[in-house]
């Protein structure tokens, strides 16, 4: 399993360069972080986890310190993986008062 993420800022068009998040798999009633990093120039973060089990996985997205004014000081998305020989692609369009995410290729 491999899991990728792509942010953009929907106030600008342009990438979310150097938004800090976080990725963590659920175990039994706590969370386990697994990574964390900073999207790239392009607002991506190209290998978040490496080989994992399948399981329900969280991204949480530092959105407060990367936006000077938001009502969503963090974004998290819970999701399900099943097929951990597949990769798996969440991306985030941002602005300071509304989010989306889907499944990406």
Do not use: C, K
Not at 5 to 17: E, I, K, Y
Not at 23 to 40: I, K, P, V
Not at 49 to 77: D, K, N, W
């Amino acid at each position: 399993m491999t899991v990728s993420t792509h942010v953009l800022n929907a106030t600008t068009g342009q990438p979310a360069a150097g938004l800090e998040l976080t990725l963590s798999r659920q175990d039994g009633a706590e969370w386990r972080e697994l990574s964390r990093r900073a999207t790239d120039q392009d607002g991506r973060v190209r290998d978040l986890a490496g080989h994992a089990a399948p399981g329900v996985y969280r991204i949480t997205f530092q959105t407060g310190a990367y936006l000077a004014e938001t009502f969503y000081p963090e974004v998290t998305v819970v999701f399900r993986i099943t097929d951990p020989g597949a990769h798996h692609h969440v991306p985030l369009l941002l602005s300071p008062y509304a989010y989306s995410t889907y499944r990406g290729s």
